[in-house]
């Protein structure tokens, strides 16, 4: 057993007692798959079978992708190219000036490292917008003019 602020914590005499094990933090996201299968996450991936494993996950450091706005202000047509640095999952959302969606322009699986080009049309009034650009590591964003 295991809690935000505790690693796991175990018992012998069905929860009269407990013992901390002295390993795990702040735990969340337990995944049964049989009684001999469980995922935990938390400072680490833990994974129980019969004995409990730590796999040590470095998580990645977010990094600015290479996002080119061929022209803004935008007219009817949004062009932009996006260089990846490896394969990567892309969602292109517009938000409005006062930060209401507007749409999701793209959701696309990125197979390998390299430049790609999109081009979207641009049906909004004229106004100032947003970009936001989430990928497999972070967020970024990017304000148009629509003119």
Known sequence: MGGHY??????????????????????????????????????AIYKYTDNLSVSDITPEEPQNLEI???QNPVSDRLDLTI??????HMLITVFDENGSRVEQ???ETIPA?????YSFEFPYPPGVYYLLFHNDVG?????IIKK
Request: hydrophobic residues 30%.
């Open 6 to 43: 505790s690693g796991f914590l175990e018992t012998f005499d069905a929860g009269q007692t407990w013992t901390d094990t002295g390993f795990g933090g702040s735990l969340n996201r337990f995944q049964v798959f049989s009684e001999n299968l469980v995922y935990c996450s938390g400072h």
């Open 68 to 70: 080119q706005i061929i």
């Open 83 to 88: 260089a990846f640095t490896r394969s990567d």
């Open 105 to 107: 322009l793209l959701r």
């Open 113 to 117: 490292k390299g430049k790609r080009a």
């Open 139 to 143: 967020y970024q964003s990017k304000k």
